[in-house]
């Protein structure tokens, strides 16, 4: 059995262990929860631009803008992995990486040229390591990044994308199910999914099609949906950003109190320990104080 200071001692430094694990889960909570506002404040404003596309496409001719035209032949693909900021946030960044890396052998395998553009410090570390052919990274703390910042970075690549650099620019990212759940997913950001156009109808759109209300359009449609398809672009790829920063403070929330539990189960088990260290010590010195008395006696 080991000797009461030593049990001390252990006890008392996990207890430190158990109360910074504790702080961070505390933390990474709070940081979760403004996130996933931010998220879900973002979608009814994403999904009523979509839907306004959606409209204005169908008096809008076909070749409306270049972010639409699908290439003939795909050549180069730029792909965008949004990884993790830290550590300590369980399998998140491991899951992550092996999914970005997987897409991109995949497509590789292909005859297609890859090159990655991160955000994250994880994500660019990772590619730095394989040697994988770089479009560029951000370099600002993602966690503080606002959509300012991350227009500029959809807008640089839509650019690269319409000057024919890429045929493809795809988005690696963790969305965000729920705070127990956060799946790696790959999607095609451009080019965009067609809209409807002519006599297509789609969503609410359809309800009204018998009566057919048309709209006065300044400017004309094609103008609009020239401002409205990379706004939507951008509004997507910052909805992306921020369900993968929420789903990593949600997997270090996870990770913070599994530790804090796991740190509060070894103290319960080190101060049975201690106890029975304790206990045993005392019985030994009052045998020893007895015998002595017999000894005196004698």
């Known amino acids: 059995m080991k ?30 929860k403004k996130l996933q506002g931010r998220a879900e404040a973002t979608r009814p404003f994403a999904d009523a631009i979509r839907a306004m596309m959606s409209r204005v496409a169908r008096h809008a001719p076909e070749d409306t803008s270049p972010l639409l035209v699908a290439p003939s032949e795909v050549k180069r693909e730029c792909v965008i992995v949004i990884g993790g900021t830290k550590g300590l946030c369980g ?21 297609v040229e890859v090159d990655v553009y991160t955000l994250g410090r994880r994500a660019t570390l ?40 890429y045929q493809r620019v795809s988005l690696v990212y963790t969305a965000f199910e729920s705070v127990v759940k956060f799946v790696p997913t790959v999607e095609t950001l ?26 006065i359009m300044e400017p004309s449609p094609k103008e609009i949906l020239a401002r409205l398809i990379p706004k939507s672009l951008e509004m997507k ?32 088990d080190l101060t049975r320990e201690y106890n029975k260290a304790r206990q045993a010590g005392i019985t030994a010195e009052l045998l020893e104080i007895a015998a002595g008395a017999e000894a005196l006696k004698g």
């Open 3 to 32: 000797g009461v200071k030593e049990l001390k001692a252990r006890i008392k430094s996990i207890g430190n262990i158990r109360k910074v694990t504790s702080t961070m889960e505390l933390v990474a909570t709070t940081k979760m």
């Open 91 to 111: 399998p998140f960044n491991s899951n992550l990486s092996r999914k970005a890396v997987s897409h991109v052998r995949e497509v590789e395998k292909k005859d």
């Open 126 to 165: 990772l590619f730095q390591k394989i040697k994988q052919s770089f479009a560029g990274s951000y370099d600002g703390r993602l966690e503080y990044a606002d959509y300012r910042a991350m227009s500029k970075v959809m807008a640089s690549l839509a650019d690269s994308f319409v000057e024919g650099n």
């Open 190 to 215: 451009l080019p965009l999914a067609a809209l409807p156009t002519g006599g297509e109808e789609e969503g609410d759109d359809a309800e009204v099609a018998g009566g057919e209300i048309e709209y």
């Open 237 to 268: 790829f910052f909805n992306a950003v921020l369900e993968s920063l929420a789903s990593e403070f949600a997997a270090r929330r996870i990770a913070m109190k599994n530790a804090t539990d796991a740190a509060g189960d070894m103290i319960d």
